[in-house]
């Protein structure tokens, strides 16, 4: 006979997901704050992934950006001297051509698809009803998948919550992101689990109680203090609108994530996110401080002058002693955290 006839051994195939279960939700105290339903293969805060499930499916949280407006100037210096961005708020829209876009085009990504998702903003809204608040106020809530696609053309999808407050004077808005990293082959079967899953969540009865009686007890406590020190009523009132947008914005922080770190942060977590899914780390040069990006894999890189790189796990490697390679000059590039 004659020909090939070697055989290659079969692809080993991504283990399929399991069964659906709910999935308990923990706080930083380990209290079950809800749950939700994923398959049995999946898991919960897993390292710096939110959810992760079979075939290096992770799904990442981008942490809380807050934001206010307001058209009375005193409310306005207020709020800017808190720190508190000043923005105003038109729609969904806004927030991927102004955030998300950019940031995309930065790394060579483009947005591909976009939509709204109503069950996930039901949802959102539906655990908002149920915490303690001030007094009754006019809200909304949003929620909005962006997919993209990078520049090796895999797949990513970054989900939208936004939740904007009108208290008439003023309007406070934040939102967050959930955003999926899954291989070509997983990640159409992925997007619909983490959909479902996050349009029917189910919080703690129990844990919500808690929370609501401890924020009673808290401003009972915060506005005999402050009748005591407070006695015009335009100071009471202003007191007051900071302290429901105080409140407001920890809310959001609850639905968001237990773990929300500062705002100014998000921008750096979508770039290692997008390290992430490029497999890519990115360098900050020694000799014109400029930043690379390069293949991750290495403990050290080294750099010429023209940007190109050498890796190495040696920690005791210099180019400039290699004679391979000390004809030209090279420094280290430093991981830019």
Known sequence: MSGDTTQKAPQALPEPNGKLVVHKMLDN????????????????????AAMSGPGNVNVYMFPLKTFMFS?????????????????????????????????????????VNQYDAPPIAMADKGFSDLLYKVGPVRELFL?????????????????????????????????????L??????YEESRGVVLNALANVQYNPEYVQAYNQN????????????????????????????????KNDAINQAIASSHAQNNATSDRIHHRFMNYVKDEETVRHSGDGKRYQVQSGSNQYWMNGNGD????????????????????????????K
Not at 34 to 46: A, K, S, V
Not at 181 to 186: I, M, Q
Not at 217 to 239: G, I, L, T
């Open 71 to 111: 058209n009375d100037m005193m409310m306005r210096e207020v709020y800017l001297r808190s720190g508190t961005p000043m923005r105003p708020f038109y729609s969904m829209d806004q927030i991927v051509q102004e955030d998300l876009i950019p940031i995309a085009n930065q790394e060579g990504a483009r947005l």
């Open 181 to 186: 990293d899954a291989p070509k082959e997983r």
């Open 143 to 179: 929620a909005r998948v962006t997919e993209w696609v990078d520049t090796n053309g895999q797949p990513y999808l970054l989900l939208v919550h936004l939740h904007a407050t009108d208290l008439g004077n003023m309007v406070t808005w934040n939102y967050y992101c959930h955003a």
């Open 29 to 48: 105290q380990f209290m079950e704050m809800g749950r939700l339903p994923l398959p049995d293969n999946w898991i919960l805060n897993n390292g710096k």
């Open 215 to 246: 924020e009673m007890a808290r401003e009972r406590s915060s506005w005999a203090a402050h009748h005591q020190r407070m006695q015009a009523n335009k100071a009471a009132f202003d007191a007051q609108q900071r302290a429901f947008h105080e």
């Open 309 to 336: 790189y050498v890796p190495s796990n040696d920690p005791n490697y210099d180019p400039n002693r290699d004679p391979r390679l000390n004809h030209q000059r090279w420094h280290k590039a430093d991981v830019d």
